[in-house]
């Protein structure tokens, strides 16, 4: 069973950063591509950013040239490092998971929220 565990999120002054990590318990870490998504108040969840097995990345418009992911499958996990943080950055940011074989996220963590004042 995989399970997906979130940390490093909280408040920060607009400009600001953080890094959120996301833990993977199971194995096979390095076959699973994985991706940050948010979800702010009454908006529908949106893709932040991914990163392949193989390690090649995507980022959303809204946070190219500030987001960062990466991977350590070692540790089995992956890192959003969010800098220069804007107030349309405040949602719940959660991590997923999915076999590269595979179209869709199937395995999602518990969220963690962002809230960037302004």
């Known amino acids: 069973q995989v399970q997906l565990v979130e940390s490093g999120g909280g408040l920060v002054q607009a400009g600001g950063s953080l890094r959120l990590s996301c833990a993977l318990s199971g194995r096979s870490f390095s076959s699973y591509s994985m991706g940050w998504f948010r979800q702010a108040p009454g908006k529908e969840r949106e893709l932040v950013a991914t990163?392949?097995?193989?390690?090649?990345?995507y980022y959303a418009d809204s946070v190219k040239g500030r987001f960062t992911i990466s991977r350590d499958n070692a540790k089995k996990t992956v890192y959003l490092q969010m800098n220069s943080l804007k107030s349309e950055d405040t949602a719940v940011y959660s991590c997923?998971?999915?076999?590269?074989?595979?179209?869709?996220?199937?395995?999602w963590g518990q969220g963690t929220q962002v809230t960037v004042s302004s």
């Open positions: 997923a998971a999915r076999r590269s074989s595979l179209l869709f996220y199937n395995y």
């Open positions: 990163i392949s097995s193989a390690g090649s990345t």
